[in-house]
């Protein structure tokens, strides 16, 4: 585990790594907890024997947005210094070579929203509300809520959840499609543990070509995709992985892969 405030990150021996956000009362986006999720970022980044991340609170909410206190003392630089810092720590997390499940509970609005946004999948308790609600504050997303939202639920729903500022219930949010799941309050952490289990137990080198895969070729012209796909095939045919993925097919058994 490494030294952070107001975030934990916990590893497993299975490549399960599990990001717990941890500043009461409701995990409020102020400058010291944007920093640890910058710094958990750059640390997950660098953990070759990572499969999987979830991103999780200890706190009765997911994550309530800014700390709309801390804001009110800052200049209008600050606010730009801040927005960029934050908008740079929930890319961190959207471009991690792994892929990432934020398991929410309680409330996920403005920035705690976007940073759920940028996880690749999202599994959400029935008593959860999610919503982008920067425009009811004069403002708008500015940590890619207008981008990652439009590409997740298409372009009329993210202008429906961000024009009216609403906070949408989990089954509103399953309806459009920003939930991949929606699960009983006290199954939350341990469905989300499933789902990253049955991606972890799969070839890493072929989970993280497969993401790349997936965002690298999404806005390119289709024969461009295409090549963009074989290029990322082409990285796992001399894996270790791919022959012991044959071998365990032959001999009837779970395979055993190292990551190589």
């Not at 009765?60 to 740079?88: I, N, P, W, Y």
């Not at 791919?242 to 892969?257: D, H, M, N, T, Y």
Request: proline content about 4%; hydrophobic content about 45%.
């Amino acid at each position: 585990m490494i030294d952070l405030r107001w975030v934990r990150l916990e590893k497993t021996d299975d490549g399960i790594r599990v990001l717990t956000l941890d500043r009461p009362p409701v995990n409020a986006l102020g400058f010291e907890l944007v920093e640890d999720l910058g710094r958990a970022a750059e640390n997950l980044r660098k953990d070759e024997a990572a499969r999987c991340l979830i991103v999780r609170s200890s706190q009765r909410h997911f994550c309530a947005g800014a700390d709309l206190k801390e804001r009110q003392g800052m200049s209008v630089d600050e606010v730009r210094s801040f927005v960029t810092m934050l908008s740079s720590a929930v890319s961190a997390i959207a471009t991690l070579p792994i892929p990432s499940i934020a398991a929410i509970r309680g409330a996920a609005v403005g920035g705690g929203c976007e940073l759920a946004l940028a996880c690749d999948l999202r599994v959400v308790a029935e008593d959860a509300a999610m919503g982008l609600r920067e425009t009811a504050l004069a403002i708008l997303p500015g940590a890619g809520g207008t981008q990652r939202l439009s590409r997740i639920a298409g372009l009329a729903r993210a202008k429906r959840w961000i024009f009216t500022a609403k906070a949408y219930s989990a089954a509103e949010a399953l309806a459009d499609g920003v939930a991949d799941k929606v699960v009983a309050p006290e199954r939350l952490d341990a469905e989300a543990r499933r789902l990253a289990e049955a991606i972890a137990a799969n070839g890493p080198v072929a989970v993280r070509q497969a993401k790349k895969a997936i965002e690298g070729g999404f806005d390119l012209p289709i024969a461009e995709a295409l090549a963009y796909e074989w290029e990322c095939y082409q990285a796992v045919l001399a894996t270790d992985d791919r022959i012991e993925a044959l071998r365990a097919f032959s001999e009837k058994r779970p395979p055993r892969f190292k990551g190589r």
